[in-house]
Each structure stands twice: as C-alpha cells, then as structure tokens.
C-alpha cells in the first residue's frame, strides 16, 4: 500500500520566514565592527555613534538600587509595574503635560523604551493596516512593520524646516488604512524639535482626518533634553489627544541609566494598558523591582533636577562646539539641533568632493542593496581615522535614496568631539585615501 500521502511536508529551513521580516538597530550591530578596529589597528576609537550619555548615574538613584537590593526587592513582581512606581509615572506625567489626574492603571512598565514601540503594532495593527513614522527617525519604527504584516508610510523629515513637521507633510499620508502614527520630538537622529503650533495643528489634523480608534505613538524619550531655554510640548497635552495617545518615555537619556532598563507607557484606556500588559506576562513576566524603585526615587527626588540641568547644559555646550565646527568644514552643512544629543550634519559636499557617489554606483548590486555613498563615508572614517559616526540609512532605509547625512552622538567628551570633527575635516579632504579604502576588500555595508 503506498501511503506517501499520509506523510507530512517537511519544511527544510531552519527559520520561519517571519524572521527575515524584522530588521535591526545598526547602532548596536556596529559595535563589533568598532571592536575590530580597534583590536587590528591598536588605536581607540573615539566612539560618536551610540545614543548613550556619558555621565554616570546620579548617586541617589544608585544608592535608591542598591538599598532596594539589600531589602530583598528581587523577585517577580507586578507584570505591569509596580503599583507604587505607576502611580509616581502617573502623578509627573500628568503634571508636566497639564494633564487631569491619569489613572496608574493607564501605565505600563516595560524593559526600556523598545518593547511599547512593537507592541503597539502587534496590539492595534492587522494585515495591510498602514503605519506612518518619521524618517530619518528612530530604526525600530521601520523595523518591526513587515514583521507585523503592516504597510510601512513614512514621513519624509525635511532638513529645511528643521526636521521638524507639518500638517501639510503629514496630511496626504493619511488614509483609510491609517492605524498608528509615530511621533518623535526631541527627535533621534536629527535633534528636530517641533513647535508647540506646530504640534497644535498636527493634533486638529489628527482629530479632523482620524477616526477615535487610530492611536497616536507619541516617542518622548528625549523629553527633558532641550535647548535655549525651550520647553518640551507633547502631542497629548492638546485637547481631544489624551484619548488617542500613547505618552512613552524610559530612564535611559533623562537619567543617563541606559543599563536600567526602564520604559513606560500611559495608554488611553485602561483596557489598552491590560493588552500590554498581558504581552510584558508573555515576553518578560516582570520588571525587576529594585530598578522601579531606583525609577521612583528618580522622578521624585529634587536632587534629579539639578543632575538633569547639568547634563543638559553641557550637552548644549558640545553642541555648539560642533555644529561651529562642522560648518567650518568644505561640503558641510549641520544645523543646530534643538533638543536631543545628536547632530545631523549633511555631507552631500563631501560627497562630490571625494567621489563617493560614483565609488557606491560602481559597486556590486548585492553591496549596493544594504549600503549607500554615507554608508561608504562612514566606514572611511571608521577604518582610516577611527571616528565613529552612523549614516542616514541607519534611520529608515525606506526611501533613504539620495539623502547624505551622518549622525554624531554629543554624548561623549568636548576634547574628544572636538578631535572627532577634526579628523573629519582631514578625512573629507583625502580623496586618495578614500579610493584605496574602497579597494581594500574591507567590506562596504553594515
């Protein structure tokens, strides 16, 4: 009897196709790539491409860890957060936004600020639902979309209004399909800030042109870091928009606890937070409690404060300091970011001057796909004058044709931004060196 019928299809890939879907924040990846250098060349690295602060912690949410660790705090705890610490996220998010009194069943904790990002598009999207994000903006946007089965809509940033948004740019994007719109201001890469008019009209667009059940993610992490004197204004804060937005904040840059691992999210609804929350049980069970408290002590201390307007000041300080000295650069032009620790220099001079445009069209199609004339800059500086930088595609490659800007990270030391650029000025004036770089067989993507 031949029963081949009854014998199952045998998938041979080791992976489920969904994988290849979801792609990655080049940042993290490019880490390894710096250690190489490094190790072969014997030479530090002066590091300018992660989003990481380099002041420590504050003492007192240090000491606040760990005294909360010798009390024993270290077990499972509340998938959703601690009560104590939701009800402090409460209380502050509401104040600063002058907002009426938030629910702390309305805030979710999470493992930093990634988790709410592509559990927002699991939670609320289907198959084919459209997702608007800024681009260049923050990769994890972009990144989960296909995953998710989503149709990817970016807004396109614009270097001349300041990388900020308008109604005008945001509005032809918005369709029937719309399910989630992304929001961030300050903004990563760009230090874009928008106007509080500028979110007041986004906000009567967003009422206007949305039905209720389209939810705004609004991308607040770099909330407290903003310059000359400005205030940070958020999109909830307009009347109508509490209801249909996600607030999402974490430690990471405000305290400068990127280790902590920390995020929130203040949801519209309480039956929104429980969804949340049940995916925290499923990914992560439970935050550790002895980092909540640190968290707590953080958004009450008065001490936080002064540690917050020190970083900030000083951070303004080196962004100054490099901006000046970007445009002094031929084939530069950088403008002054207003809020974050980023700076967004357009390198297109630099381009034409060294021929990189031509060195990336003459490359393979296979190079060429996950690379770009930035890309190709940025390496250069990398491996021949060991500064490291992240090119524009890092920060949505969708559509990123033809626009060539790097990021520099403030977030490290004046002296050392300060060599940095430099070493940049040196390296865009070295067309000889670029051209033996390119056919050195170091490989040319990320």
Not at 249 to 270: D, E, F, H
Request: aromatic share 8%; glycine share 8%; proline share 7%.
């Amino acid at each position: 009897m031949n029963d081949n019928h009854s014998i199952p299809v045998t998938r041979k890939a080791l992976f489920a196709n969904r994988v290849k879907l979801m792609g990655t924040e080049a940042a993290f990846g490019f880490g390894s790539r710096i250690v190489e250098v490094e190790k072969a060349d014997r030479e530090r690295v002066i590091r300018c491409n992660l989003g990481q602060p380099d002041f420590p912690l504050p003492q007192h949410i240090a000491d606040a860890v760990i005294g909360a660790i010798r009390d024993g705090q270290t077990t499972y705890c509340d998938p959703q957060g601690t009560p104590e610490l939701r009800a402090a996220l409460a209380r502050k998010i509401a104040a600063d936004r002058g907002l009426d009194e938030i629910d702390p069943e309305r805030v979710v904790v999470f493992p930093g600020a990634r988790p709410s990002i592509g559990f927002a598009q699991q939670a609320y999207c289907e198959q084919g639902d459209e997702i608007i994000y800024p681009t260049p903006g923050y990769p994890l946007y972009e990144s989960y979309i296909p995953y998710v089965g989503a149709k990817p809509v970016p807004i396109h940033l614009r270097e001349d209004h300041g990388f900020s948004l308008t109604t005008e740019e945001l509005e032809p994007l918005i369709s029937n399909s719309t399910r989630l719109i992304y929001l961030n201001f300050p903004s990563n890469p760009t230090g874009g800030v928008a106007s509080r008019q500028q979110i007041e009209a986004l906000a009567e667009l967003i009422l206007e042109k949305t039905p209720p059940h389209v939810r705004v993610y609004s991308d607040e992490a770099y909330e407290a870091i903003v310059f000359d004197g400005e205030d940070h204004f958020s999109i909830a804060s307009v009347p109508g928009m509490e209801d249909r937005t996600i607030i999402a904040s974490a430690v990471s840059k405000t305290y400068s606890w990127t280790g902590g691992r920390v995020g929130w999210a203040v949801y519209p609804s309480v039956r929104e937070a429980k969804v949340h929350r049940n995916l925290n049980i499923n990914y992560f069970a439970s935050i550790p409690p002895y980092n909540q408290v640190g968290t707590q002590v953080a958004l009450e201390s008065p001490e936080s404060d002064v540690a917050i307007r020190q970083m900030g000041d000083a951070f303004q300080r080196r962004r100054d300091q490099v901006v000046a000295q970007l445009n002094g650069i031929e084939g530069v032009n950088c403008q002054l970011p207003k809020g974050a620790f980023y700076v967004f220099p357009n390198i297109a001079g630099v381009m034409d001057k060294l021929g990189v445009l031509e060195a990336y069209e003459s490359l393979p199609d296979v190079t060429r796909i996950d690379s770009s004339p930035a890309t190709l800059f940025q390496l250069f500086l990398l491996h021949r004058y060991h500064v490291a930088t992240m090119d524009r595609r890092s920060f949505g490659a969708l559509d990123s044709e033809g626009q060539h800007f790097i990021r520099l990270s403030i977030a490290t030391g004046a002296e050392d931004l300060e060599e940095a650029v430099k070493r940049i000025d040196t390296a865009s004036k070295d067309e000889s060196g670029f051209r033996a770089f390119v056919s050195s067989g170091v490989p040319l993507t990320l």
